[in-house]
């Protein structure tokens, strides 16, 4: 088809290191992006983005989540283990901005929620702060922590035990509409992306078309 | 501000099967979607669709994704076991239907290349088949699965060993403009979206204004 570039291992080596982590970060595609509420042990609040979400199941609700050992990550993986509680705070339009600057490394003894005027809300008597202006929100309950040896990365499994979503955003069948909700996806290290909806297709069958499951 | 729904783990437990698996699976945002190509010892080729990817870090140039053990992802499985090498193809909005329907549970010895009409393509002697049709190709050499016991999944995690980009989507710095490669996304079980880009935002540090890397 088009005109390609090809990479190879040795080609991928001997990129110059910040062109390397852009490349590599975008390649998986576009991802979550959120930002995670915690508390230390003395209540001192932190906040930071993330785009390492993935879904592991559904029934327990569990949801997985990639740290690397340095500032800020640290901080966030530290109050979690520590503390076992945590929220995941989609962000929209409206926040984007002070999402990334989140991700600057700040003292331990800053909270990324006065720095950037995003609002701590507390509810249901769940431990960590949520995002006051964030559409849909998530209070998750650690689980288990996985070593990752390859490359010296962690993987955290959380349990989603507390969900917050506006009314006319949940269809019937489960489905939650994002785009509706206004929650934004990114990719690589700093690009922000709103969606347009292609479709919602029907579950796929051998020797079954697939239909739209939207009402035109 | 506006009225939201909330669910806790006693109300997410009394949620019908169909409903809790579409909520679940939307919750963590939009995610990365693509087309795993992979052949069996025999050479016979499988493809299906998986929304589960992470990057896991850029030295060496990680990727990660989760198997539940049901067919049809248990064959892909078996197939990077086995044969230690798979494709990833992002998907366009001209195949994404096509996509989709490899999420049918075909019988095994049927392959989802030949189904969906989707081609293979062999090139630079990588064992795995990729996706013609797609734009942006990896090839990934299997590493290392991690049994997650809390569920009974798998995270496999390989490093990318290929890559092939269009030309005029590569930009200098290692940023890859997805975008342009018509890449999309996908959220829950089955709703497809295209982006729109909102910005490149700058490097954050503290005490600095974010600023726009797009020239205008």
């Given amino acids: 088809m088009d005109n390609k570039i090809y990479f190879d291992t040795e080609t991928i080596d001997r990129l110059e290191k910040q062109q390397?982590?852009?490349l590599i970060n975008s390649l998986g595609g576009f991802k979550s992006v959120a930002l995670v509420g915690t508390s230390d042990t003395h209540g001192k609040t932190n906040l930071g983005i993330f785009s390492s979400f993935f879904h592991i199941g559904a029934n327990p609700p569990?949801?997985?989540m990639i740290f690397r050992p340095s500032p800020p990550e640290r901080d966030t993986m530290r109050n979690i283990v520590d503390t076992r509680f945590y929220t995941i705070n989609?962000?929209?339009e409206s926040i984007y901005k002070q999402a990334h600057q989140t991700s600057a490394r700040y003292d331990k003894d800053i909270s990324e929620f006065d720095v950037t005027g995003l609002k701590t809300e507390y509810k249901n008597n769940f431990f960590a702060p949520f995002v006051a202006e964030s559409t849909i929100q998530l209070g998750i309950e650690f689980r288990e922590k996985i070593d990752i040896s390859l490359n010296n990365t962690i993987l955290i499994i959380g349990e989603i035990i507390q969900i917050y979503i506006p009314e006319d955003c949940l269809h019937k069948d489960g489905f939650v509409d994002l785009e509706k909700a206004n929650t934004i996806t990114c990719s690589g290290l700093d690009s922000y992306h709103k969606t347009v909806q292609l479709d919602r297709l029907s579950y796929a069958k051998p020797d079954k078309e697939?239909?739209?499951?939207?009402?035109n």
């Fill in 62 to 64: 569990l949801i997985g």
């Fill in 90 to 92: 989609h962000i929209n």
């Fill in 20 to 22: 390397r982590v852009h």
């Fill in 210 to 215: 697939i239909t739209s499951l939207l009402q």
